[in-house]
């Protein structure tokens, strides 16, 4: 089986009680999909969730996750091994910056893993995007009402 690419798109007021769920998805994925790279934004409660899953799963499995960023780091911003820059974002107006990186992570990935309960916003702009593609989509979201 070959190596699978991931990537997260999920609301920003993602509620903290879904975090064992995607821990277990995490590790399902891992363990039975071959996901091996992760890509994941850093906009909100959701990506947060994912970085600290990945960044706690990345000491216990051989994964590698990438954060995933949509803006340049200011000039005294820490340097992270994990962060970085999809190509061509420099040139991108600030205002489509998260759109440009979101697109550029769906586009690298083979599955897509959300948390979307409604029908707006970008994660579930993004959710509808994967399932165009026709990429592997797994909804988080209990109620699972959009899927």
Excluded at 28 to 49: R, S
Excluded at 51 to 61: A, M, V
Excluded at 95 to 120: C, E, G, H, Q
């Amino acid at each position: 089986m070959r190596e699978q690419t991931v990537t997260f798109f999920g609301h920003r007021d993602t509620p903290k009680e879904i975090e064992p769920t995607l821990r277990s998805a995490l590790i399902d994925l891992i363990e039975n999909k071959n996901a091996t790279v992760f890509y994941v934004g850093n906009h909100g409660n959701f990506d947060d969730m994912v970085r600290r899953q990945l960044e706690d799963l990345s000491k216990t499995y051989p994964i590698k996750y990438y954060v995933v960023l949509a803006y340049m780091p200011g000039k005294n911003a820490e340097p992270d091994e994990h962060s970085i820059l999809p190509e061509g974002i420099e040139t991108v107006p600030r205002r489509f910056a998260i759109n440009y990186r979101n697109k550029w992570m769906l586009n690298k990935s083979d599955i897509v893993v959300t948390y979307v309960t409604r029908p707006i916003g970008g994660a579930w702009e993004f959710k509808q995007m994967a399932e165009n593609l026709r990429k592997q989509t797994i909804n988080l979201c209990k109620q699972n009402l959009l899927s």
